[in-house]
């Protein structure tokens, strides 16, 4: 029997696990709000499916469901929308997944957190993932998996393109430390846990080497032979303020999970090893 992935809000990181999927024989639908994805969906051999949609009619045949859609100051909006739908295809669904984030730990001064930690979250946008979580998770015979990413980052997306585009900056706050995960340890991790599901898993998504945001985009402007930005103040950077959210929390994450149940080796170990691969792939 061919598995079938049904990937809802099929972005940046859904992207690369269908590309390792569809080598394999997988059938991969991928949803988009933008007709002008298709050809980029069908490049890669997903069924690209025009969203919103009869998710009834598209969970048909469907063994794997994965979501990266966020919630919204109403919850999750496809719950909130298509539950009975998901509800009703529990049965046949092998593995579900939903995509969070290690926002909802909240702020731990740079201190470690692991899945065992308190979900406390300051911000909206943490405060509303942690309830999505508890959505999907307490939904009757849905054998869901919560994968918790750090600040996503990968080929065209990350300190080079910003460097490039003029636009990076050398943010200094005290004690200020992210952790970060390349999209080919994401998908390599929902891989994983497809082949070996544990309903009600949470697992934290993220690299070796929690690291403050200067010292990133420092070593990207090395190897990109370019000076790098001048270091600005929190206080006094312009930022969005969805970007300045992200500031209010510092933490480092631990992902021994991954290691210790789905037998990861990070591909991208630090973020060191990362930029300099994704340069060479470049150059190549």
């Given at each position: 029997?061919?598995?079938?992935?049904?990937?809802?809000?099929?972005?940046?990181?859904?992207?690369?696990?269908?590309?390792?999927?569809?080598?394999?024989?997988?059938?991969?639908?991928?949803?988009?709000?933008?007709?002008?994805?298709?050809?980029?969906?069908?490049?890669?051999?997903?069924?690209?499916?025009?969203?919103?949609?009869?998710?009834?009619?598209?969970?048909?045949?469907?063994?794997?469901?994965?979501?990266?859609?966020?919630?919204?100051?109403?919850?999750?909006?496809?719950?909130?929308?298509?539950?009975?739908?998901?509800?009703?295809?529990?049965?046949?669904?092998?593995?579900?997944?939903?995509?969070?984030?290690?926002?909802?730990?909240?702020?731990?001064?740079?201190?470690?957190?692991?899945?065992?930690?308190?979900?406390?979250?300051?911000?909206?946008?943490?405060?509303?993932?942690?309830?999505?979580?508890?959505?999907?998770?307490?939904?009757?015979?849905?054998?869901?998996?919560?994968?918790?990413?750090?600040?996503?980052?990968?080929?065209?997306?990350?300190?080079?393109?910003?460097?490039?585009?003029?636009?990076?900056?050398?943010?200094?706050?005290?004690?200020?430390?992210?952790?970060?995960?390349?999209?080919?340890?994401?998908?390599?991790?929902?891989?994983?846990?497809?082949?070996?599901?544990?309903?009600?898993g949470i697992y934290n998504v993220c690299d070796d080497d929690p690291a403050?945001?200067?010292?990133?985009?420092?070593?990207?402007?090395?190897?990109?032979?370019m000076a790098p930005p001048p270091a600005v103040r929190f206080e006094d950077?312009?930022?969005?303020?969805?970007?300045?959210?992200?500031?209010?929390?510092?933490?480092?994450?631990?992902?021994?999970?991954?290691?210790?149940?789905?037998?990861?080796?990070?591909?991208?170990?630090?973020?060191?090893?990362?930029?300099?691969?994704?340069?060479?792939?470049?150059?190549?």
């Open positions: 029997m061919t598995k079938t992935l049904l990937s809802l809000g099929h972005g940046f990181s859904a992207r690369e696990l269908g590309r390792q999927l569809v080598p394999q024989g997988w059938r991969v639908i991928g949803t988009t709000r933008k007709i002008e994805n298709f050809a980029a969906f069908e490049a890669e051999e997903v069924e690209p499916l025009l969203w919103p949609c009869d998710l009834e009619q598209a969970l048909q045949g469907v063994t794997h469901l994965l979501t990266s859609v966020a919630p919204d100051s109403d919850g999750d909006p496809i719950m909130r929308h298509h539950r009975a739908a998901i509800e009703a295809a529990a049965p046949q669904l092998e593995w579900v997944g939903y995509l969070s984030t290690t926002g909802v730990y909240g702020d731990h001064d740079g201190g470690w957190v692991d899945e065992d930690s308190p979900t406390d979250p300051a911000t909206i946008r943490g405060q509303r993932r942690v309830l999505a979580e508890r959505e999907w998770l307490n939904t009757p015979g849905l054998p869901v998996h919560v994968f918790r990413l750090a600040g996503i980052y990968g080929p065209g997306r990350g300190p080079f393109a910003k460097l490039r585009k003029g636009v990076a900056q050398r943010v200094i706050k005290k004690n200020q430390v992210f952790s970060r995960a390349h999209i080919e340890d994401i998908a390599q991790v929902l891989e994983a846990s497809i082949a070996a599901p544990n309903p009600g403050p945001p200067q010292d990133v985009i420092e070593y990207a402007a090395e190897l990109l032979g950077a312009e930022m969005s303020p969805m970007a300045r959210s992200f500031y209010s929390d510092s933490k480092r994450v631990r992902n021994d999970r991954i290691k210790n149940e789905l037998g990861i080796v990070l591909k991208h170990p630090t973020y060191r090893a990362a930029l300099r691969a994704m340069l060479e792939v470049e150059q190549s």
